[in-house]
C-alpha cells in the first residue's frame, strides 16, 4: 500500500507567493478560517488546465480546478471542526516525491514555524505548531506568513506504470475512488499534520528541537520505560522510536474516545493447552475473508510441512493433512498469499502466519480473490509457543477478540514505532494496527470514509489544546 510519509517540522520561513482562495461554503461561529494558497506555477499542479468530467460531487472541468475544490474542502472540514481567532494560512503544491510500482510517496506536510513561551501556552518551553500557537494566543504571532506547507505527488496522475502501477489520484467527494487513490483523505492527513498531528524529534537520532520538547511529545508514553518522550533522555527516545507496540498516546480525550471509534483486537484465542491458552494480539490480512466474533475460525494447530527447504514456510505445496485445521506457518521465502493459498488447498480452514523478526506483527499484505479462509499473522515470541504447543492436541480459534480494542496497549491508543525508524512516519501516526482503519495511520486505506474528520484525530487535536467546535 502507497504510504503517506508526512514529517511535519519544514522549519523554513516561506513568502506568500499566490492569491489566497477563500472558502467557498460558510463556515459556523468560531469555527477556523483554514485558507489555502496556491504556490503551483501556471499550467501545473493546482493550475493544471487539462479538461475532465466533474466527479463525485466535484463540480471542476479541469484537474487543477478539481484539485482545488478537493483542498477548498478538505480546509472547510478541519475548519468547522477546530475553534480559533487567527486564519490558518496553508500554502500547497505538486512536485514529483517519491515513487515505485510497488510503493510511494502521496504527500507530505508539516509546519512552517514553531513557537513555544506565547500568550496562552499551558506548557513553558515547549514547541507548539504555528496553527496551534495562534489559536492559544488568538492572534497570529506570525502575520503575513504561511502556516503549514504541504507536498503531493505530481507523478501520480501520469499513469506511469512505474509508479504505483499506473494508479491515479481521484478527486470526487463520494468515497467512491475504486482502485485510484482518495485525494479527499490524503490532505485532510496532510493538513492534520500541519495542525498538530506530528512531534519535531528526530526518532533516528533521539534529539529534540532546538533540545525542547513540543506538546506532541509530552503525551508520547514509552510503556516499557515508563515515560513520555519529553522527559526522555536522548538515548531512550532512540530506543522508543523502535519500541513497536508500547508507545502510546497518553492523552485523556484519546483514551476516553478510543472504545467509541475502535473495534475488537483480531486475535488468535488459544483454547488448549492450558499452559498458554489466552488472547494473543494477531495482525490480518488484507486478503480473504475478515474476522468473525462470537465463534471465529476454530480448530487445531498444526505446523505445515511442504516437504522443501524451511518446511514451515509453506511456499510449496504442503505435505502433510490440514483438512479443517489452522495452518501455522513461518514468515518468509515467499509472499502471504502463496502461503495461504498453500494451506487452503491442503484443507487449511485458517492461517496463522509465525513473524521472523523479534518486535512487532507481519503485515500480511497481498492481493487475491482466490483466497476463501482467514489468515493473521503473529510475534515470533507468540508464534514459537504456538508453534511448540502444536505438537499436541492444541486448539485455537481466529476470532475478533471484544474483550480488547484494536490498536491498543493498556488502554492506550499505539503510536506507529516500527523498527527500523521509518522517516517521516514515525511516532506521528497511529499504529497501523488500529481496526477500523484511522485517517493518520502511516498508510492510505480504501476503506477511510472520504470527507470526515471523525475517528480519533480531533480527539488528539483536544489534548494538545485546541478547542473543538460541537
Same mark, same amino acid.
Given at each position: 500500500?502507497?504510504?503517506?510519509?508526512?514529517?511535519?517540522?519544514?522549519?523554513?520561513?516561506?513568502?506568500?507567493?499566490?492569491?489566497?482562495?477563500?472558502?467557498?461554503?460558510?463556515?459556523?461561529?468560531?469555527?477556523?478560517?483554514?485558507?489555502?494558497?496556491?504556490?503551483?506555477?501556471?499550467?501545473?499542479?493546482?493550475?493544471?488546465?487539462?479538461?475532465?468530467?466533474?466527479?463525485?460531487?466535484?463540480?471542476?472541468?479541469?484537474?487543477?480546478?478539481?484539485? *482545488?475544490?478537493?483542498?477548498?474542502?478538505?480546509?472547510?472540514?478541519?475548519?468547522?471542526?477546530?475553534?480559533?481567532?487567527?486564519?490558518?494560512?496553508?500554502?500547497?503544491?505538486?512536485?514529483?516525491?517519491? $515513487?515505485?510500482?510497488? +510503493?510511494?510517496?502521496?504527500?507530505?506536510? +508539516?509546519?512552517?514555524?514553531?513557537?513555544?513561551?506565547?500568550?496562552?501556552?499551558?506548557?513553558?518551553?515547549?514547541?507548539?505548531?504555528?496553527?496551534?500557537?495562534?489559536?492559544?494566543? +488568538?492572534?497570529?504571532?506570525?502575520?503575513?506568513?504561511?502556516?503549514?506547507?504541504?507536498?503531493?505527488?505530481?507523478?501520480?496522475?501520469?499513469?506511469?506504470?512505474? $509508479?504505483?502501477? +499506473?494508479?491515479?489520484?481521484?478527486?470526487?467527494?463520494?468515497?467512491?475512488?475504486?482502485?485510484?487513490?482518495?485525494?479527499?483523505?490524503?490532505?485532510?492527513?496532510?493538513?492534520?499534520?500541519?495542525?498538530?498531528?506530528?512531534?519535531?524529534?528526530?526518532?533516528?537520532?533521539?534529539?529534540?528541537?532546538?533540545?525542547?520538547?513540543?506538546?506532541?511529545?509530552?503525551?508520547?508514553?514509552?510503556?516499557?520505560?515508563?515515560?513520555?518522550?519529553?522527559?526522555?533522555?536522548?538515548?531512550?527516545?532512540?530506543?522508543?522510536?523502535?519500541?513497536?507496540?508500547?508507545?502510546?498516546?497518553?492523552?485523556?480525550?484519546?483514551?476516553?474516545?478510543?472504545?467509541?471509534?475502535?473495534?475488537?483486537?483480531?486475535?488468535?484465542?488459544?483454547?488448549?493447552?492450558?499452559?498458554?491458552?489466552?488472547?494473543?494480539?494477531?495482525?490480518?490480512?488484507?486478503?480473504?475473508?475478515?474476522?468473525?466474533?462470537?465463534?471465529?475460525?476454530?480448530?487445531?494447530?498444526?505446523?505445515?510441512?511442504?516437504?522443501?527447504?524451511?518446511?514451515?514456510?509453506? $511456499?510449496?505445496?504442503?505435505?502433510?493433512?490440514?483438512?479443517?485445521?489452522?495452518?501455522?506457518?513461518?514468515?518468509?521465502? $515467499?509472499?502471504? *498469499?502463496?502461503?495461504?493459498?498453500?494451506?487452503?488447498?491442503?484443507?487449511?480452514?485458517? *492461517?496463522?502466519?509465525?513473524?521472523?523478526?523479534?518486535?512487532?506483527?507481519?503485515?500480511?499484505?497481498?492481493?487475491?480473490?482466490?483466497?476463501?479462509?482467514?489468515?493473521?499473522?503473529?510475534?515470533?515470541?507468540?508464534?514459537?509457543?504456538?508453534?511448540?504447543?502444536?505438537?499436541?492436541?492444541?486448539?485455537?480459534?481466529?476470532?475478533?477478540?471484544?474483550?480488547?480494542?484494536?490498536?491498543?496497549?493498556?488502554?492506550?491508543?499505539?503510536?506507529?514505532?516500527?523498527?527500523? *525508524?521509518?522517516?517521516?512516519?514515525?511516532?506521528?501516526?497511529?499504529?497501523?494496527?488500529?481496526?477500523?482503519?484511522?485517517?493518520?495511520?502511516?498508510?492510505?486505506?480504501?476503506?477511510?470514509?472520504?470527507?470526515?474528520?471523525?475517528?480519533?484525530?480531533?480527539?488528539?487535536?483536544?489534548?494538545?489544546?485546541?478547542?473543538?467546535?460541537?
Amino acid at each position: 500500500m502507497s504510504s503517506m510519509n508526512s514529517k511535519s517540522a519544514v522549519l523554513r520561513r516561506l513568502a506568500v507567493v499566490a492569491a489566497f482562495l477563500t472558502l467557498l461554503a460558510s463556515s459556523p461561529l468560531g469555527a477556523a478560517n483554514i485558507v489555502l494558497v496556491n504556490l503551483d506555477p501556471p499550467g501545473f499542479g493546482l493550475n493544471d488546465p487539462t479538461p475532465v468530467a466533474p466527479v463525485g460531487g466535484n463540480p471542476g472541468t479541469t484537474i487543477g480546478a478539481q484539485r *482545488v475544490n478537493v483542498y477548498n474542502l478538505a480546509a472547510q472540514l478541519w475548519g468547522a471542526t477546530l475553534d480559533s481567532n487567527a486564519t490558518v494560512f496553508v500554502g500547497a503544491t505538486f512536485q514529483p516525491l517519491a $515513487c515505485t510500482s510497488t +510503493g510511494g510517496t502521496l504527500g507530505a506536510a +508539516g509546519a512552517t514555524f514553531i513557537f513555544r513561551d506565547f500568550p496562552g501556552a499551558a506548557f513553558p518551553l515547549t514547541w507548539y505548531h504555528s496553527a496551534l500557537a495562534d489559536a492559544l494566543a +488568538g492572534f497570529d504571532l506570525n502575520p503575513g506568513q504561511i502556516d503549514i506547507i504541504s507536498f503531493f505527488n505530481s507523478d501520480i496522475d501520469d499513469n506511469d506504470p512505474n $509508479c504505483l502501477t +499506473g494508479r491515479t489520484w481521484y478527486y470526487g467527494y463520494d468515497n467512491n475512488e475504486g482502485t485510484d487513490i482518495d485525494f479527499l483523505s490524503v490532505v485532510l492527513h496532510e493538513i492534520a499534520h500541519g495542525l498538530g498531528f506530528s512531534n519535531f524529534a528526530n526518532e533516528a537520532t533521539g534529539t529534540l528541537a532546538g533540545g525542547l520538547p513540543d506538546i506532541y511529545t509530552k503525551f508520547s508514553l514509552d510503556l516499557t520505560l515508563g515515560k513520555t518522550w519529553d522527559v526522555m533522555t536522548v538515548a531512550e527516545r532512540q530506543f522508543s522510536a523502535v519500541n513497536s507496540g508500547n508507545v502510546v498516546w497518553n492523552g485523556s480525550a484519546v483514551t476516553a474516545e478510543a472504545p467509541f471509534v475502535l473495534g475488537p483486537r483480531p486475535s488468535v484465542k488459544v483454547l488448549n493447552p492450558k499452559s498458554i491458552a489466552g488472547s494473543y494480539e494477531a495482525q490480518t490480512a488484507s486478503y480473504g475473508p475478515p474476522l468473525q466474533g462470537g465463534g471465529g475460525t476454530t480448530g487445531k494447530m498444526v505446523v505445515v510441512n511442504d516437504g522443501v527447504g524451511a518446511p514451515a514456510d509453506g $511456499c510449496e505445496p504442503i505435505q502433510n493433512n490440514l483438512n479443517g485445521k489452522i495452518a501455522l506457518i513461518d514468515r518468509g521465502t $515467499c509472499a502471504f *498469499v502463496v502461503k495461504t493459498l498453500n494451506a487452503q488447498a491442503a484443507g487449511a480452514k485458517g *492461517v496463522i502466519v509465525v513473524n521472523n523478526v523479534a518486535a512487532g506483527l507481519p503485515s500480511m499484505g497481498g492481493a487475491t480473490p482466490d483466497a476463501t479462509i482467514p489468515s493473521v499473522g503473529v510475534s515470533l515470541a507468540d508464534g514459537t509457543a504456538m508453534k511448540n504447543a502444536a505438537q499436541g492436541n492444541s486448539v485455537s480459534k481466529l476470532i475478533l477478540d471484544d474483550e480488547f480494542l484494536a490498536g491498543t496497549n493498556q488502554g492506550f491508543v499505539r503510536l506507529y514505532a516500527p523498527n527500523p *525508524v521509518a522517516p517521516g512516519s514515525s511516532g506521528s501516526h497511529w499504529d497501523t494496527s488500529a481496526s477500523p482503519n484511522l485517517l493518520m495511520e502511516p498508510f492510505i486505506s480504501s476503506d477511510l470514509e472520504s470527507a470526515t474528520t471523525r475517528d480519533l484525530t480531533p480527539a488528539l487535536f483536544a489534548d494538545i489544546g485546541w478547542i473543538l467546535l460541537p
